[in-house]
């Protein structure tokens, strides 16, 4: 009777316990037919250690972060590596099909599905001069095989001034997940290849009539924006399989801003000369050409170290431009509506990249 009560209490505390253990684990229900953004749940982080290294040594205890993470803010050095790891409960069944939709990561990772490796962008490696870096979002698939789901992304970063995962990842039912994927393919697509058409038409526009230096201004601001476009958010540049070493498509990104703002402005005072002001419009030229080369000649390992206090700059310098058009809107110069509209259009297109 003793032995039948004890095994009995110890089976209750066995329950128990694993419910407990579960309750930890947070609980995803897949079954609705969308994705869900993988930013409320905690990523357990950790920093300067592999997968293998987690799974050998149990006693390892990871950091509790949410996504979007850079690594830095949590006092971790710029450059290294770490592993970052969810483990999530679902309401579907075997054998169903889920998609894990992955952006922008730094600088480049090894994706591990319950303990399986499924796929890397990059080379993930502890050692600097093995690493190397990529950007390539994209779909990963994989069929549940059972009612807990473990991913893990082991991440190195030699070469930016800081590593992590930017974007969060989003996970579903494969046909959402998907839709979602396309959809945002085809909205970048749609943007860049609308303003490749105007680079184009101004540029022939330009040609025939010379003396409108404004049409070759405006030509160049949407050849950048485009350009701007391909080499952020789902990385069209990557998706059309354009062969394009790492370092030139983080070039590309940095140069595209520094010129759609020298170009923009330049487009501007073509057209409305009088009203802006000598002094300042000869240093916001000199600046963002100046800006323009350093991207161009230093390496993306140094650049990138400067790249919040560019943004910081750029956004005075757009704020500025901003107040000029609305003195002209209020001012009702001819052409305005139309100057400055397309101005303020380029520009949200450009931007609209997370």
Same mark, same amino acid.
């Given at each position: 009777?003793?032995?039948?009560?004890?095994?009995?209490?110890?089976?209750?505390?066995?329950?128990?316990?694993?419910?407990?253990?579960?309750?930890?684990?947070?609980?995803?229900?897949?079954?609705?037919?969308?994705?869900?953004?993988?930013?409320?749940?905690?990523?357990?982080?950790?920093?300067?250690?592999?997968?293998?290294?987690?799974?050998?040594?149990?006693?390892?205890?990871?950091?509790?972060?949410?996504?979007?993470?850079?690594?830095?803010?949590?006092?971790?050095?710029?450059?290294?590596?770490?592993?970052?790891?969810?483990?999530?409960?679902?309401?579907?069944?075997?054998?169903?099909?889920?998609?894990?939709?992955?952006?922008?990561?730094?600088?480049?990772?090894?994706?591990?599905?319950?303990?399986?490796?499924?796929?890397?962008?990059?080379? /993930? +490696?502890? !050692? =600097? @001069? &093995?690493? *190397?870096?990529? #950007?390539?979002?994209?779909?990963? %698939?994989?069929?549940?095989?059972?009612?807990?789901?473990?991913?893990?992304?082991?991440?190195?970063?030699?070469?930016?001034?800081?590593?992590?995962?930017?974007?969060?990842?989003?996970?579903?039912?494969?046909?959402?997940?998907?839709?979602?994927?396309?959809?945002?393919?085809?909205?970048?697509?749609?943007?860049?290849?609308?303003?490749?058409?105007?680079?184009?038409?101004?540029?022939?526009?330009?040609?025939?009539?010379?003396?409108?230096?404004?049409?070759?201004?405006?030509?160049?601001?949407?050849?950048?924006?485009?350009?701007?476009?391909?080499?952020?958010?789902?990385?069209?540049?990557?998706?059309?399989?354009?062969?394009?070493?790492?370092?030139?498509?983080?070039?590309?990104?940095?140069?595209?801003?520094?010129?759609?703002?020298?170009?923009?402005?330049?487009?501007?005072?073509?057209? /409305? +000369?009088? !009203? =802006? @002001? &000598?002094? *300042?419009?000869? #240093?916001?030229?000199?600046?963002? %050409?100046?800006?323009?080369?350093?991207?161009?000649?230093?390496?993306?390992?140094?650049?990138?170290?400067?790249?919040?206090?560019?943004?910081?700059?750029?956004?005075?310098?757009?704020?500025?431009?901003?107040?000029?058009?609305?003195?002209?809107?209020?001012?009702?110069?001819?052409?305005?509506?139309?100057?400055?509209?397309?101005?303020?259009?380029?520009?949200?297109?450009?931007?609209?990249?997370?």
């Amino acid at each position: 009777m003793k032995v039948k009560f004890t095994l009995l209490l110890g089976m209750l505390l066995f329950v128990d316990l694993n419910n407990t253990a579960n309750a930890s684990i947070p609980f995803l229900q897949l079954s609705k037919n969308e994705g869900i953004v993988l930013n409320k749940e905690a990523w357990k982080f950790y920093f300067g250690h592999t997968y293998e290294d987690i799974c050998k040594d149990k006693s390892l205890v990871g950091q509790d972060v949410l996504l979007p993470d850079s690594w830095k803010k949590h006092g971790c050095a710029a450059k290294g590596y770490g592993t970052y790891i969810f483990k999530f409960r679902h309401d579907l069944p075997l054998n169903e099909l889920v998609t894990l939709h992955l952006l922008t990561i730094g600088s480049n990772f090894d994706l591990f599905i319950n303990g399986t490796k499924f796929n890397s962008v990059g080379k /993930f +490696s502890v !050692d =600097a @001069n &093995k690493a *190397i870096s990529d #950007f390539k979002p994209g779909l990963h %698939s994989f069929e549940i095989v059972k009612d807990t789901v473990e991913i893990v992304l082991q991440v190195s970063n030699y070469e930016y001034r800081t590593g992590g995962i930017w974007f969060p990842p989003s996970i579903g039912k494969h046909n959402a997940v998907e839709l979602n994927y396309l959809k945002a393919i085809f909205f970048d697509s749609f943007l860049c290849g609308s303003l490749l058409i105007m680079f184009v038409y101004f540029l022939a526009f330009y040609f025939i009539k010379k003396e409108q230096k404004t049409a070759l201004m405006f030509a160049i601001l949407c050849l950048f924006a485009a350009i701007r476009i391909a080499t952020t958010g789902e990385v069209l540049f990557r998706q059309m399989g354009v062969s394009l070493p790492w370092e030139i498509l983080v070039k590309l990104e940095y140069i595209s801003i520094a010129m759609m703002l020298l170009f923009g402005y330049l487009y501007l005072i073509n057209f /409305f +000369s009088l !009203d =802006a @002001n &000598k002094k *300042i419009a000869r #240093f916001i030229i000199i600046m963002q %050409s100046i800006l323009g080369l350093f991207f161009i000649v230093v390496p993306v390992s140094i650049s990138s170290e400067i790249i919040p206090y560019f943004l910081i700059f750029c956004t005075f310098v757009l704020a500025y431009i901003l107040v000029l058009i609305l003195q002209l809107f209020i001012q009702k110069r001819a052409l305005v509506y139309y100057v400055g509209g397309t101005f303020i259009f380029v520009f949200i297109a450009a931007i609209n990249d997370a």
